[in-house]
């Protein structure tokens, strides 16, 4: 699939520096995304005809992924929905350019407001829909490289053999677990 050589990470812009991680805020199993931008042109007449200028530009972010009630990133756009907040919104293409030690990933960035937030129910899957206005303008940049459990989601979700009895916890109380 195209949409997994992208990843997209929606915080809220009132989260604290400390707490604003990629990882944290990444949306997992995204199943389609845009980025449409759009010119409103303003029509003029001109010697019976018809000419075109550039008008308002308005640009649109709409992601679907798959609904989890315990999905942070869910969660986060609800709210901002509901209570007209602001988030910070990346779009990351996972390719890496660059080398060693400045590995990064081309990046659009914007401040965007959830328009919209669905949740769309048929007798397979359950999907959240969010459609997000863009704030003035997005930027393009780059990102410094991401994390391989982001960029290889099987990664972060990979656990160690133990034996019975040989450790006592939960998951995230054990030391190392991924292989």
């Not at 160690?160 to 006592?168: D, F, M, P, S, V």
């Amino acid at each position: 699939m195209a949409v997994d050589k992208w990843t997209l990470v929606g915080i809220p812009a009132s989260t604290p520096v400390a707490q604003a991680t990629a990882a944290d805020y990444v949306i997992a199993g995204t199943s389609e995304f845009s980025h449409e931008i759009e010119n409103e042109l303003r029509e003029t007449i001109k010697g019976n005809r018809k000419d075109w200028s550039g008008g308002v530009v308005e640009e649109t972010i709409s992601v679907t992924f798959p609904y989890g009630p315990a999905f942070k990133s869910d969660r986060d756009f609800k709210d901002a929905c509901k209570n007209g907040k602001q988030m910070r919104f990346w779009i990351i293409d996972n390719t890496v350019i660059g080398s060693e030690p400045s590995e990064k990933h081309n990046s659009t960035f914007a401040y965007v407001i959830p328009e919209s937030r669905s949740l769309s129910v048929d007798d397979e899957e359950d999907n959240i829909e969010v459609s997000l206005k863009v704030k003035l303008n997005s930027a393009d940049g780059e990102e410094p490289k991401l994390p391989d459990e982001i960029l290889d989601p099987s990664l972060a979700g990979q656990i160690a053999y133990e034996t019975i009895g040989q450790k006592t916890g939960n998951l995230e109380e054990v030391e190392s677990q991924n292989v």
